[in-house]
């Protein structure tokens, strides 16, 4: 090869264009092949990396080069696309990548669809027989739902601390972080079931105020029953999240697709048939996500990995888990205590703007969950690319990039669809005229909450994998303080249920604007090498 082709193949870019605004948006550089023909048999050489990116020559080029054996696959590990001859050829392209994002995120959208909708159902059910029963729901939902948000703390730190270990090949690590955090979720939903039966009623009556006293028997009756089913909640959360942590999205929905399919059928036996009301319908779907946890961890035990296997962590294995779990517990419970204080205030505005919001609320909620898949696809995903062995800060960029892009699309798909139901279809869910005039008044800024939810899950997801725990636990604080006055300011200023959903449309742009602003940042996870030895909490091998 002529000398000077090959020199000038070598030089860097000039260094101005590593410093663009949009270096986020930039497609990487691929490698430089050689002129001749590659024979399979050949292997590639690797020279050390320029401002340009890797520049690999073939070995006739030069009789100097050494050879280099490659790692094994990085990027989205056990994809196809990232794999192998991929890794040596450069990264993948946007396309090939976000096929892979969609090859596992289309069946994780079902596990997170499963939960809220079935509390849809049970409110399109209950909607058709008894507006009273129909706002007891609100305070029900909050109590059994947002409470189980509560805990997403331990369904993170198993998706991220499962991820990371076999990111590092540590096998029977992760084999006992699954037993520590099952153990751990048992506790907790044993905890939460004695909260309910000795404090259930007190709570209720707190949150719905004096003037709503009489809705508490029933929605008393509700979060009751559906008590008995925590400890299969939490636990069953811990073996879906470990799943994915293996990237396994398929076995955990066929357990929430049978749950969904009980449930549902419950509903219209209990409620329909037999007329039990509110009763029927927590009493399906308390027996559905109990099956849900018993088919949840049979799929966890098909994998090698011991689901029913419990193990009390030491004092420096709770330090461990607390290191990741507290930030993720303060992030959860600043966003559940904002959605609690939209309800509570929702609530105080009488039972007719109750019973919209309780729908419209319901809705939201199950189009939100389809922006979740995303954020479960960093938390697999991005581990092995930030802090694994086969570490390539530029795939997870380029992983973050196709995140985004899907995010936009599902966001503005949503916003449409969504918004479509309870503008065009609203007798679905109730056929009282005066709560489908207070749903039809909150159609604009429950567009606009929703359009942005997906992206903001991708982002949000990209800074639990990198353990980016601080900064996420504080803006998300800020968050729920900026929103908290706000919602104050609204309703006593009169601006009713409107004024609240503006409000949550606020909370949800402003939690997309710090995350998206915190991952550009040049001296942020994704561009800064030494970032790391500062922000990472480190895994202890026990």
């Known amino acids: 090869m002529d000398l000077r082709l090959l020199s000038s193949r070598l030089l860097p870019l000039p260094p101005s264009i590593t410093r663009l605004p949009s270096r986020l948006f930039a497609f990487p550089s691929r490698s430089i ?141 992760a084999q006992h972080q699954i037993s520590m955090l099952l153990f751990a979720a048992f506790a907790c939903g044993l905890g939460m079931f004695l909260f309910t039966r000795l404090l259930g009623p007190q709570v209720l009556a707190a949150f719905t105020g004096s003037e709503n006293m009489h809705i508490v028997p029933s929605a008393n009756t509700y979060i009751q029953i559906r008590g008995f089913a925590w ?141 979740e898949p995303l954020s479960q696809t960093a938390q697999s995903f991005m581990p092995e690319l930030i802090h694994g062995v086969n570490r390539s800060l530029v795939k997870a960029r380029m992983l973050l990039r196709s995140l ?30 005066t709560v489908i005039g207070e749903m039809h008044k909150v159609l604009l800024p429950y567009f606009i909450a929703l359009i942005v939810t997906p992206s903001t899950h991708s982002l949000e997801g990209t800074l639990l994998a990198g353990r980016d725990l601080r900064f996420l636990s504080l803006s998300m604080t800020g968050c729920f303080c900026f929103g908290g006055l706000t919602l104050l300011l609204v309703c006593s200023r009169g601006f009713g249920l409107p004024g609240c959903w503006w409000a949550l449309a606020g909370f949800q742009w402003a939690r997309f604007s710090l995350a998206f602003q915190r991952l550009i940042s040049p001296h942020g996870m994704l561009y800064g090498d030494d970032f790391y030895q500062h922000e990472l909490v480190k895994v202890k091998t026990t």
């Open 33 to 173: 092949s050689s002129p001749f023909p590659l024979r399979p048999s050949i292997p590639r050489i690797r020279f050390p990396p320029s401002a340009s990116g890797r520049v690999r020559l073939n070995p006739a080029c030069s009789s100097h080069a050494e050879e280099s054996q490659l790692p094994d696959s990085g990027g989205i590990a056990g994809s196809s696309t990232l794999s192998g001859e991929e890794l040596d050829s450069g990264p993948p392209s946007i396309w090939a990548q976000m096929k892979e994002i969609v090859l596992f995120a289309a069946p994780a959208t079902g596990l997170w669809i499963c939960g809220p909708l079935m509390s849809l159902i049970d409110t399109m059910v209950i909607g058709q027989g008894s507006s009273l029963e129909l706002a007891a729901l609100g305070p029900g939902t909050v109590f059994c739902d947002y409470l189980c948000y509560v805990f997403m703390f331990l369904s993170i730190a198993t998706s991220n601390m499962v991820a990371t270990s076999l990111a590092k090949k540590d096998k029977g690590l």
């Open 231 to 371: 400890p299969a909640v939490l636990v069953g959360m811990v073996a879906q999240s470990a799943s994915l942590g293996m990237k396994d999205s398929w076995g955990p929905l066929k357990a929430l697709a049978a749950a969904s399919a009980i449930n549902g059928f419950g509903d219209i036996l209990l409620c329909f048939v037999f007329g039990f009301g509110i009763a029927g319908a927590a009493w399906a779907t308390m027996l559905s996500q109990v099956v849900a946890a018993f088919m949840m961890m049979n799929t966890l035990n098909k994998t090698s990995f011991g689901a029913f296997s419990l193990s009390v962590p030491s004092p420096g294995e709770l330090l461990q888990i607390f290191e990741i779990a507290a930030p993720v517990f303060i992030t959860m419970t600043s966003k559940v205590a904002f959605y609690s204080l939209l309800t509570y205030f929702a609530t105080s505005m009488g039972t007719m703007t109750i019973a919209a919001h309780q729908v419209m609320i319901n809705v939201f909620c199950m189009c939100t969950v389809w922006g």
């Open 404 to 433: 985004i892009i899907i995010g936009a699309m599902t966001g503005l798909t949503l916003g449409v669809v969504g918004t479509s139901f309870p503008w065009l279809f609203p007798y679905l869910f109730t056929t009282d005229h």
